[in-house]
């Protein structure tokens, strides 16, 4: 199917309607989400509401925006007004929005369509979707293995033609990994440069909202609608209100590529540094300077992101009490009961791990020895990228360093998942923006699965970030390569 520019094309020429454009992802939908699970639930009356509002328009003569009837699926955690949010967890099942995030708002502004829903882990925890209490999503390339998480039903469903974009939200690498999985592309902004208002916390010092699609091009489409300050976010701000797309064929001659010594670590999938280095080549064909680069401080990030997250999640899940937002646990004879009882019932076994690793970082007996290193460490990282931004305009990595798992092979083992974000966490921690752009396939099972690289940028640079993926998408056609859904 489309890409966005692809969709608008069509819709401004007239070869279909909006409504045959929705009809036709909700088709796909029936065809394929019985086995994908992308989507945890529908919005199929207001999408065919606005489709007609959008055919009436385009009767009338009406000048199509770039997203003026594009359909968008949701992640789950992203509260849009009369619909579920469960964020995937059981202690939400009932809960339905009162509001508008500021991304919602924004995409409606500029006329958008939602379809629904999508699945994620847990309260945006995890990195398979395999902590959703609603079941995993499947990875469209092979449905043994996952789609990486937690955006894993924002990511699926882009691959799969469920939608033509959606929105996800990375607070480690939730936007990025499942990108790299499920063969899109995936953006993380700038800490600051999208408001969070309206997104379900989970660490809210690293929690950014950002877009997927099947090229760079439409996410920059989707970046350039949602960013920007929000007074409802103080954190947000910062982002030039200019559109970014204009800048996206700038080309990367004489562009500087930083590729970090850290980054080339035992453990990485061989296939996947062959692809990698593959496209660092084509980089330099295409006239950029590629410069090792250092960030000497890389080896702690995965503990760093490990204290700092846990310690905000705790906080930011202690509001699900069972008093205000769904679950409440029933025949309780004290409130101190039916606080444990509801969390003990509405939480999954990740979302409690993290609470209680959470709870004890920030311990007055050990907030000095954990927290408070950690945020020094994250100080000391922070300013890694700011010194390797000194000599580069932008830094090139694996995505992943490992190829789509099969089903369980982590679930058992929390460390071994938590190193599936190996490469993305420090993004998080710095608060750079980063994206995955598709660079290759490797052969598992006799299965073609997608490979990415990861695009790090400096803070409010999503631009040079975006043009990079951008000139790599002109002369490759990785990010054109769909999975065949023929057995589903
Ligand atoms: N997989 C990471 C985690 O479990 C990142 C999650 C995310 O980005 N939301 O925390």
Redesign the pocket.
């Known amino acids: 199917m489309y890409t966005v520019r692809e969709a608008h094309e069509g819709l401004s020429k007239k070869e279909f309607s909006c409504h045959e454009l929705v009809q036709e992802c909700f088709d796909q939908i029936d065809r394929v989400d019985k086995t994908i699970h992308a989507f945890l639930a529908y919005t199929k009356e207001q999408a065919f509401t606005r489709a007609a509002r959008i055919d009436e328009k385009i009767s009338k003569g009406h000048v199509l925006g770039l997203l003026e009837g594009i359909p968008i699926a949701i992640k789950d955690n992203i509260l849009i007004s009369g619909v579920q949010a469960t964020a995937a967890s059981r202690i939400l099942k009932n809960y339905v929005a009162s509001y508008n995030a500021t991304v919602i708002e924004k995409l409606e502004k500029e006329g958008a369509i939602f379809l629904g829903k999508t699945n994620l882990d847990e309260f945006?925890?995890?990195?398979s979707t395999e902590n959703s209490a609603y079941g995993p999503t499947k990875n469209p390339w092979d449905t043994n293995r996952v789609p990486g998480?937690?955006s894993g039903g924002s990511a699926a469903a882009v691959a799969t033609d469920e939608c033509i974009a959606s929105l996800g939200?990375?607070?480690?690498?939730?936007i990025r990994q499942p990108a790299a999985l499920c063969g899109v592309t995936g953006l993380k902004p700038t800490y600051g440069a999208v408001s969070r208002y309206g997104l379900i916390a989970?660490a809210s010092s690293f929690d950014q909202i950002g877009p997927f699609g099947k090229t760079v091009e439409d996410v920059t489409i989707v970046f350039d609608a949602i960013k920007g300050a929000d007074p409802h976010d103080s954190s947000s701000g910062r982002a030039s209100a200019d559109s970014v797309l204009p800048h996206l064929s700038r080309g990367v001659k004489g562009m500087k590529i930083g590729i970090p010594r850290e980054y080339f670590i035992e453990g990485i999938d061989a296939d996947i540094q062959k692809c990698v280095d593959d496209a660092v080549m084509e980089y330099q064909r295409l006239g950029a300077e590629i410069i090792s680069v250092s960030l000497p401080h890389t080896s702690y990030a995965l503990a760093t992101y490990y204290v700092i997250?846990p310690a905000e999640a705790s906080s930011n899940l202690a509001r699900f009490d069972g008093m205000r937002y769904g679950h409440t646990a029933q025949d309780t004879r004290s409130l101190i009961e039916t606080y444990v009882r509801s969390r003990s019932e509405g939480f999954g076994a990740e979302a409690k791990r993290r609470i209680m690793l959470g709870t004890y970082v920030l311990a007055a007996g050990y907030y000095d020895a954990y927290y408070k290193q950690a945020q020094k460490v994250r100080a000391l990282m922070t300013r890694d990228f700011r010194e390797a931004f000194l000599q580069v305009d932008c830094i090139l990595t694996p995505t992943s360093p490992v190829a789509p798992f099969v089903f369980g092979e982590k679930i058992d083992d929390p460390l071994q998942m938590y190193l599936?974000?190996i490469f993305t966490v420090s993004a998080n921690i710095a608060g750079i923006p980063g994206m995955s752009v598709p660079c290759g396939f490797v052969m598992r099972d006799g299965k073609e699965l997608p490979v990415g690289m990861q695009l790090l940028g400096k803070h409010f640079d999503e631009a040079t970030i975006l043009a990079t993926g951008h000139a790599y998408q002109q002369t490759t056609d990785w990010h054109t390569r769909r999975p065949s859904l023929t057995s589903l």
């Open positions: 945006a925890m995890g990195s998480g937690s939200s990375d607070t480690g690498g939730s989970l997250m599936a974000d």
